[in-house]
Nanobody, 132 residues
Framework: QLQLVESGGGLVQPGGSLRLSCEVP????????IGWFRQSPGKERVGVSC??????????EDSVKGRFTISRDRDNAKNIVYLQMNDLKPEDTAIYYC???????????????????????WGRGTQVTVSS
């Protein structure tokens, strides 16, 4: 399994922005879908966004469309996936997790944000709190 490390969470006022990072060292992200999921207290974990394979196709959960942007970068052999979150709302408060799903030979496969099937490697999460 891969090791994934999230960072970038924190406390922000409504309307503010944060950028989360998911570092996946030692891997070629062309062969994986990377998803961002979140879990609020007392609620189930839900998919927020994903970016997939060589085509870097993306998908977003409806409530974050137009506010969140997922992207991928390769910097000095560190494979990093970002989640830029703008216009944050109190309901965005949650622990945010990134996860990886191996694509095998299907590196051009797209992903669906809400579909957590096949994500076997998970990070420990980063807390995002949106409050005034």
């Amino acid at each position: 399994q891969l090791q994934l490390v999230e960072s970038g969470g924190g406390l922000v006022q409504p309307g503010g922005s944060l950028r989360l990072s998911c570092e996946v060292p030692g891997s070629n992200l062309d062969f994986y879908s990377i998803g961002w999921f979140r879990q609020s207290p007392g609620k189930e974990r839900v998919g927020v966004s994903c970016i997939s394979g060589a085509g870097r196709s993306t998908d977003y959960e409806d409530s974050v469309k137009g506010r969140f942007t997922i992207s991928r970068d390769r910097d000095n052999a560190k494979n990093i996936v970002y989640l830029q979150m703008n216009d944050l709302k109190p309901e965005d408060t949650a622990i945010y997790y990134c996860a990886a799903k191996e694509l095998g030979q299907h590196i051009w496969r797209t992903c669906v944000a809400y579909d957590a099937r096949g994500y076997v490697s998970w990070g420990r999460g980063t807390q995002v709190t949106v409050s005034s």
